[in-house]
């Protein structure tokens, strides 16, 4: 079964496990380091006949520097003993410590991107950047920009193709 016949059977546990404790998305550097940052907003579609993860990533986290170095990511979906892990993920940044050596979490590279797949997680997708679009704010509604953006540190929405789906049964 190739992405696109079998995306739909992912769907519910990665946004309910994303409405829960949030997801792990992996990225590299240029230099091949390695980071993990949890994620709370995401969407996973059909867009230019191609299957799609939209993640947005605010311009002021480590991972955005890797992620515009590389132009790849992973999403991870944890299980439920990588809470802790998510936490972490969640809070410290990638620029002061690293996130696999504090979380103990361990990874391999992608098949198709050399960022992280997670060991242990039940759902992983492999995704290339195919757009990107930096949030502006005059064009979005204002409840909005008031409550997601008091200090306008915006979203640089990022589209990934995704070329590969690891799922463990
Ligand atoms: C549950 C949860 C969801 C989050 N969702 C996002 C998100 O969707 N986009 C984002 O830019 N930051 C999000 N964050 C914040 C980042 O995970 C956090 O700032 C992280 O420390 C950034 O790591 P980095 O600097 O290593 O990239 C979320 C944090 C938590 C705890």
Redesign the pocket.
């Known amino acids: 079964m190739n992405v696109m016949e079998s995306l739909g059977g992912y769907l519910k546990k990665t946004y309910d496990v994303m409405a829960d404790?949030?997801l792990l998305?992996g990225?590299v550097g240029g230099d091949g380091r390695v980071?993990?940052?949890?994620?709370?907003?995401?969407l996973i579609g059909i867009v230019w006949f191609k299957p799609i993860f939209l993640?947005?990533?605010?311009k002021?986290?480590?991972?955005?520097k890797?992620m515009e170095e590389t132009g790849v990511f992973t999403v991870n979906v944890p299980s439920e003993d990588m809470r802790r892990a998510?936490?972490v993920?969640?809070?410290?940044?990638?620029?002061d410590v690293d996130?696999f050596e504090k979380t103990g979490l361990t990874w391999r590279p992608g098949d198709h991107v050399k960022a992280p797949v997670v060991d242990g997680c039940p759902i992983v997708y492999e995704c290339r950047v195919v757009y990107k679009d930096d949030v502006e704010l005059p064009r979005l509604t204002r409840e909005i920009v008031e409550s997601a953006y008091p200090t306008g540190n915006i979203?640089t929405l990022y589209y990934g193709e995704i070329l590969k789906v690891h799922a463990s049964p």
């Open positions: 404790m949030g998305l990225s980071n993990l940052m949890t994620i709370g907003w995401g993640v947005a990533v605010r002021t986290r480590y991972t955005h890797l998510c936490e993920c969640g809070t410290l940044s990638g620029r996130k979203h």
